[in-house]
Structure formats: structure tokens, C-alpha cells
């Protein structure tokens, strides 16, 4: 580990303050700090300036309006998550993902927002200084090839996020505010499949807020998958809501992480309407392995992340259907 970088350290008291600073080349935010502060000592980034929203007023707060929508502020801990009443009692797949994230005291520091914009990750970025350069550096920082896919013009780190897919098949929305003012996106489209540039926020965005609706009548879970059963990222995880009429499937929607640059949603809209059985769990599973692109971005083997994924993927929906 490298020694801190020398920065400055701004505190606004205001979202709008906070976008003014952000919007200045050099800025970063920073909130729990457990995903930023790591990397910065690894010499992965030289900010100027560090913005931190921890002042800003309802920034980690949490409200069900009288329709039943959950709102979340970005600067919500997820150790709040996990242990709020109403989130274990509304939406149990969302609390279940922020228990699964790393230990006890990453969960007390670390924010929603930071999980949701936490950094892509690669076995050949995430060392020190020396082991990178002598690699001659990575298309992620300061090289010009990406060592997972060398003949490839972009990169290809790996998002290993668990709160965004569980969030993703909850319909969530994402609240953003910046100098043109405020904007809300499906979860989904705050990501795009770019290892090196994977989050859509404009120069000087902040997300403030996360709107998940009411479950009516979808149950959902999340799992995933690691070497130790703490701390670690996901290998593969996969999140999955169902809605079942009878003996029908009257709403599927499935989302993974840890294997692409991104959190993304698992086209499964075919399967509505139909039955769950084999057919439909063989249709399920290569839906998985298409969307999925399985890469050395990690130290577990290709093979063993890809099976893995297939397997917790069909094994969640079994459970959703047989109520589980």
C-alpha cells in the first residue's frame, strides 16, 4: 500500500453545493470511503479534490410513502439496509443483498451509493503499484492494452456489485441530480459494459436517491457466490423476482453481477406466460450464458465462475416457484 496522495477535502453542506464541486476536473466523491480509499492507496487514481456527501441534509435517509414506494438516500448505510424493519419486511431479496456485502464494518461505513458506484475490478488492476508496472500498466489505468482480452479496445474489469442486481429486478429507479438539474433512470441504465468507464453519470452527478414500488405480488432473492463466506466479492451472483399465477409464470425478471463489466438484466421475457419446468429451466439457463461474458478477471477459474452462475440462477427461480 501506498501512502495518501495529497488532496484537499471539501464538505458541502447542499446537493447543489456538492454538484458545483463536482463538476471541477479533479473532483471524486466520497462517502464510506471503503471502496475509494483501498485503491487510492494503490495508487489507482490522484484526485485533487474529495468531495465528501456525508453532510448533505436526508442524504442517508429512508422513507415508505403512503403508496408504498421505498425511497432510499444514496447515503444510506448498508448496515441500515439490512437491519431496517420495513426493508426485511417489503423487500427481503434487497436487505439480503446488503448483508451479503463484505464484513460487519464495511457495512457500517460503506453507502448505497458507493455500492452502486463502487469501481470495476480485475486481477490485473487491482495489485500494487510495482506489480502493475512492471505488467506495463493496464487499458484501465495508465496503460494502452487490456491483459484480459489483449487484442480488445476496451476493458474489460469486471463490476462486482450485490445490491445493484437485487435492486435491478425490484423495477428501482435511480435519482439524479446535477447542473442540468435533476433525472431518474431505471437501476439498470446508471451502468454501461465498459470495464474502464462503466457508470453513466455525467460530469458533476451525484446519485442521490434509489425509488424501489411496492413488491405487489413479486417475491425476490439474491445470492452469490465466493471463495470465503465473508468479505469476499461475488464470483457470480445472480438476483431473481417472480410473480406466479397458478401454475403460470406472470412475471420473470433475472439480473447478474460479478461477471461482466457491468450488473445486467438476463433477457427472460419468453418465459412468461409459460410453466416452470424443464423447458422452461433449460431456456433460463442459456439466457445466462449468453448475457454472461466470463473473463480472467479474477483468481477463480472461468469454468468454475460460469457453472456456478447457470446453477444459483435456475436453483433461485426453483425456489421462488416452489415458495422457498
Known sequence: ??????????????????????????????????????????????????????ALPGFAGIAVAADGTLRIGAGATLEALAEDARIIAGWPALARAAVLVAGPSHRAAATLGGNLCQDTRCVFYNQSEWWRSGNGYCLKHDGDKCHVVVKSDRCYATYHGDVAPALMVLGAEAEIVGPKGKRSVALAALFRESGADHLTL???????????????????????????????????????????????????????????SA??????????????????????????????????????????????????????????????
Open 263 to 324: 450488473p445486467l438484466a438476463v433477457p427472460v421475457e419468453a418465459l412468461v406466460g409459460g410453466a416452470w419446468d424443464e423447458a422452461a429451466a433449460a431456456t433460463l439457463v442459456q439466457a445466462v450464458r449468453k448475457t454472461s461474458n466470463v473473463l480472467k478477471t479474477t483468481l477463480a477459474g472461468v469454468k468454475y465462475r460460469r457453472r456456478v452462475l447457470l446453477a444459483v440462477g435456475r436453483r433461485l427461480v426453483d425456489d421462488l416457484w416452489s415458495g422457498r
Open 1 to 54: 500500500m501506498n501512502i495518501l496522495p495529497d488532496f484537499r477535502t471539501l464538505r458541502p453542506a447542499s446537493l447543489n453545493e456538492a454538484v458545483a464541486a463536482l463538476a471541477v476536473d479533479g473532483a471524486e466523491p466520497i462517502a464510506g470511503g471503503t471502496d475509494l480509499l483501498p485503491n487510492l492507496r494503490r495508487g489507482l487514481g490522484r484526485p485533487q479534490v474529495l468531495v465528501d456527501l456525508t
Open 202 to 260: 455525467d460530469k458533476g452527478e451525484v446519485l442521490a436517491a434509489v425509488v424501489v414500488p411496492p413488491a405487489a405480488g413479486w417475491r425476490a432473492a439474491y445470492t452469490k457466490v465466493r471463495i470465503r463466506d465473508a468479505i469476499d466479492f461475488p464470483l457470480a451472483g445472480v438476483a431473481v423476482a417472480l410473480k406466479r399465477d397458478g401454475d403460470t409464470i406472470a412475471g420473470l425478471r433475472v439480473a447478474i453481477t460479478g461477471t461482466n
